[in-house]
């Protein structure tokens, strides 16, 4: 896939440079385009979104892979790609597991009537917005 072709499927496009896009993240609500979309000079994909979303997150809300990303370098090493979608598959299930283990103490708390910090209820809507983001509540 080309970075022409990649960024053809997303909204908000704007053009900052020789491949280079600003666009609308498809993997959270984004009213302000935050995901930079650039090229290697090999015609790579590189992306970043600001909110803070993975390389992962955005591929899959597109219903794409990583290795649509990078299909020459996919084709000369399956194995490292195979390994780095797996690592970053068991990150987010880490992330997940602490998010819920965290609203739940959060929760408990509040239940008992315990003293909880504004920045700790803070944390605890954050991670709520990234479980509900990723499906699980």
């Not at 979104?49 to 597109?62: H, Y």
């Not at 598959?89 to 708390?109: G, P, Q, V």
């Amino acid at each position: 896939m080309t970075p022409e072709d990649f960024v053809s499927r997303l909204t908000n496009v704007n053009k900052r440079g020789n491949g280079k896009w600003l666009c609308s993240c498809p993997s959270h609500s984004d009213s302000d385009p935050s995901l930079s979309v650039g090229q290697t000079n090999t015609g790579k994909i590189l992306l970043r979104c600001f909110a803070g979303c993975s390389a992962l997150d955005v591929v899959t809300a597109m219903g794409l892979r990583l290795e649509d990303l990078f299909p020459d370098a996919y084709e000369e090493n399956p194995l490292a790609f195979a390994q780095r979608e797996i690592a970053q598959r068991e990150k987010l299930k880490s992330d997940i597991s602490y998010a819920n283990t965290f609203l739940n103490i959060l929760t408990s708390n509040l239940k008992k009537g315990q003293a909880v910090s504004e920045n700790d209820i803070k944390k605890g809507h954050r991670l709520k917005a990234f479980l509900v983001k990723q499906g699980v509540v």
